[in-house]
C-alpha cells in the first residue's frame, strides 16, 4: 500500500478510536440512531473531521445537552459549541466537539441530530455506499493527493473535490483548481457518483 492510501487508513483507524473513546455512538443511541458519515465512511480522511448524523422521531435541544454534559467532562475534550439550525436550511440541532488526542493533535467532531422526516434524511449513508462503489485505487489516490495540499485551506469542500475527479475526470490539483473555477461552490448539493 502506499503512503499516501496508508496515511488515510492510520487517520480513519484514529477518527473511530475518537469516536470509541468519546462513546458517541452509544451516548446518541439514546436518543436516535447514530450514523457516522463523511470522509471516514469511505476511506478518505484527511482533516481531522468526524461527521455524526443522529435520527430521531423528535428531536429535542436537551437530549444534546444531556448527552454533551458528559461528554464535555471526559478527558482531551476542551470545547463544546451548541447551534439551533432548525430554522435554516440544515435543519437540525448541532452540537460541535472539539479534541485533543493523545498525540496532541485536535478533533472537530460535527454531530447534527435532525428528524427522519428531515428532508435530506439518511442522504449521507446513501452517498457513502455510491462512493465507496465508485471509487477506484487511481481516482482515491488523486482525492486523497488534492486534499492534502488543500489542507487548511478555508471554502474547500470535499464534495467539490469528488465531484471534480468521479465526474469531471480530475487527477491533479492544477485541474482542480481549473475545474473549480468553472463550477463555483454553492449551498447543499445533493449529488450522487455513479459507479
Known amino acids: 500500500m502506499d503512503d499516501l492510501l496508508l496515511r488515510a487508513e ?8 475518537v ?3 468519546l462513546g458517541l455512538s452509544e451516548r446518541w443511541s439514546c436518543y ?6 463523511g470522509a471516514i465512511r469511505y476511506g478518505l480522511m484527511v482533516a481531522l473531521d468526524i ?3 443522529i435520527y430521531s422521531d423528535d428531536p429535542k435541544i436537551e437530549y444534546g445537552f444531556e448527552l454533551m454534559s458528559e461528554v464535555a467532562r471526559l478527558p482531551g475534550v476542551w470545547k463544546v459549541r ?3 439550525k432548525l430554522e435554516g436550511p440544515d435543519q437540525g440541532l448541532y452540537w460541535q466537539i472539539r479534541y485533543r488526542d493523545e498525540e496532541g493533535e485536535v478533533w472537530k467532531v460535527d454531530n447534527w441530530l435532525v428528524s427522519h422526516d428531515h428532508p435530506h434524511a439518511h442522504w449521507g449513508e446513501k452517498f457513502a455506499d455510491a462512493m465507496q462503489r465508485a471509487l477506484t485505487n487511481e481516482t482515491r489516490r488523486a482525492i486523497l493527493e488534492i486534499k492534502e495540499s488543500l489542507l487548511g485551506e478555508a471554502g474547500v469542500r470535499g464534495i467539490d473535490i469528488y465531484r471534480a475527479v468521479l465526474e469531471g ?13 468553472e463550477h463555483e461552490p454553492s449551498g447543499i ?6 459507479a
Not at 492510520?10 to 478510536?17: F, M, P, W
Not at 436516535?32 to 458519515?37: A, C, E, R
Not at 448539493?189 to 455513479?194: A, G, H, K, R
Open 51 to 53: 461527521d455524526m448524523e
Open 82 to 84: 451548541f447551534s439551533n
Open 19 to 21: 469516536i470509541e473513546r
Open 189 to 194: 448539493i445533493l449529488w450522487l457518483p455513479s
Open 32 to 37: 436516535g440512531s447514530p450514523v457516522l458519515g
Open 169 to 181: 475526470g480530475v487527477r491533479r490539483l492544477d485541474e482542480f483548481k481549473d475545474w473549480l473555477a
Open 10 to 17: 492510520k487517520r480513519q483507524e484514529r477518527a473511530l478510536s
